[in-house]
């Protein structure tokens, strides 16, 4: 157990395996639930819409795929960053708005409520004038 003065993170997240018999490296409870998922995602993926065959081979490729996913995922995702917010972190910046290249035309949109308050305010100053 690590000992350290924030009791949130006193607690080791780590499955080292049977007593006596441990494992050669540190495995996270989260990992387990996640790599789950990820493997089962990878599967239907390969059988559904890739028409993988079902056979030894197939099958160790999935989980090799789904393990190498899952240590990429949680290299990100720990206590201190949920899997909601790393994904959400991932969408916002895949979804940015991204400055025009060189050479596209910019085309701007200005809506029509805009278009509306402005003649408003234009006819609400030019009466003050008057």
Do not use: C
């Not at 393990?67 to 201190?80: E, L």
């Amino acid at each position: 157990m690590i000992d350290n003065d924030d009791i949130l993170h006193r607690v080791d997240r780590h499955y080292l395996g049977p007593t006596g018999l441990t494992l050669p490296f540190r495995l996270r409870y989260a990992a387990v639930g996640l790599g789950t998922v990820i493997t089962a995602a990878v599967f239907v993926i390969a059988r559904a819409i890739v028409h993988v065959p079902l056979g030894f081979q197939s099958l160790v490729v999935i989980v090799g795929i789904g393990v190498v996913i899952t240590a990429r995922v949680t290299k990100y995702v720990n206590a201190d960053r949920p899997l909601h917010s790393v994904t959400k972190a991932a969408w916002n910046d895949l979804t940015a708005p991204r400055p025009p290249r060189a050479g596209q035309t910019v085309v701007l949109h200005i809506p029509a409520s805009f278009h509306a308050f402005r003649s408003a305010h234009t006819a609400a100053s030019n009466e003050g004038t008057r």
